[in-house]
C-alpha cells in the first residue's frame, strides 16, 4: 500500500505535519545530522541562559535548585518559540524544507528546553526536606513532594499558554496571503 504524498513533495512519502519543499531545494545531509547540530547549539543557548540568570558557575555546575529560575524562563521561552516556528512553518506561503524545521524544532528548541530537567525538578523539594539538619519527617518529605508537584504543574500550564501564544503569533505573521485568509 503507497503512503500519502506529502504536501508540496514530487512523490509518495509519509505525511509531515510541516510543508516540504522540492527535492532541489533540500539542504544535503542526513535528517538526524540537522537535528544533532541544532541540538549542539540549542545545548550552548541554554547554558548561556543558566548563566546569565544564576551567574557563570552555576551554568554547568550548580545545584538543580539554584539552576530554577533559568530552567524555568528556558522553558517557557523556548515554549513560546516552538509554537512560534510551528505556527510560521504551517501558515508560509512558501514550504519549509523538513531540515529546517527538524534542526530548528526538534533540535535547537528540543535541547534549550528542558523539560527533563523539569521533572528532576520534582525531586529538589524532597531532596531539601531529607537534607534538612534533624530527622527528615514523613511530614516535611510529602510536603516537599506536594511543593515540587505543584511548581510541576504550575510551569507545564505555564508552558502550554507560551506555546498556545507563539502558535497564535507565528500563525498571524504568516497569514498575509489573501487567499490563505480566505480560506480561513
Given at each position: 500500500?503507497?503512503?500519502?504524498?506529502?504536501?508540496?513533495?514530487t512523490g509518495p512519502g509519509p505525511a509531515s505535519p510541516f510543508p516540504t519543499a522540492s527535492p532541489h531545494r533540500r539542504l544535503p545531509g542526513p535528517l538526524v545530522l540537522w537535528v544533532g547540530l541544532g541540538g549542539a547549539l540549542g545545548v550552548l543557548l541554554n547554558a548561556g541562559t543558566h548563566a546569565l540568570l544564576d551567574g557563570p558557575g552555576a551554568a554547568l555546575f550548580g545545584p538543580a535548585a539554584g539552576s530554577t529560575p533559568a530552567m524555568v524562563v528556558a522553558n517557557l521561552l523556548g515554549a513560546f518559540l516552538l509554537g512560534l516556528l510551528n505556527g510560521r512553518a504551517r501558515t508560509s506561503r512558501a514550504p519549509w524544507d523538513e531540515r529546517v524545521t527538524a534542526a530548528l524544532g526538534t533540535g535547537v528548541l528540543g535541547a534549550y528546553t528542558s523539560f527533563s530537567a523539569l521533572a528532576a525538578l520534582l525531586g529538589t523539594p524532597v531532596t531539601a526536606a531529607l537534607s534538612a539538619p534533624g530527622?527528615?519527617?514523613?511530614?516535611?518529605?510529602?510536603?516537599?513532594?506536594?511543593?515540587?508537584?505543584?511548581?510541576v504543574a504550575a510551569v507545564a500550564a505555564a508552558g502550554t499558554?507560551?506555546?498556545?501564544?507563539?502558535l497564535r503569533a507565528g500563525s498571524r505573521s504568516g497569514a498575509a496571503d489573501p487567499a490563505r485568509e480566505a480560506a480561513r
Open positions: 500500500m503507497a503512503e500519502p504524498a506529502r504536501p508540496g513533495a530527622t527528615a519527617s514523613a511530614e516535611r518529605i510529602l510536603g516537599g513532594l506536594g511543593a515540587g508537584l505543584l511548581l499558554l507560551c506555546a498556545w501564544a507563539g
